[in-house]
């Protein structure tokens, strides 16, 4: 086995794993709640701490 193989094999490994990864983001219906849910974490903060302080999403307060 010369390093050609190796290269070749390593190559047809690398493309194997890039379209597992593209068919586990793309193909798989159950992730998409999963997915849209992450996407809202880094709000999720920012949202806590206006209710803490009893403001509305635009800084204003709420009306009580």
């Known amino acids: 086995m ?3 193989n190796l290269r070749a094999i390593v190559t047809v ?3 194997l794993t ?3 990864i593209v068919w ?3 193909g798989v219906k159950g992730n ?3 997915f ?3 996407a809202m974490l ?3 903060d920012e949202e806590a701490d206006l209710a803490e302080l009893g403001l509305d ?3 204003q307060r709420k009306a009580s």
């Open 13 to 15: 490994v690398s493309l």
């Open 18 to 20: 890039f379209l597992g």
């Open 42 to 44: 880094p709000f999720a």
């Open 36 to 38: 849209e849910e992450a």
């Open 2 to 4: 010369d390093i050609n």
């Open 32 to 34: 998409k709640k999963r």
């Open 57 to 59: 999403r635009n800084g």
């Open 24 to 26: 586990w983001a793309y």
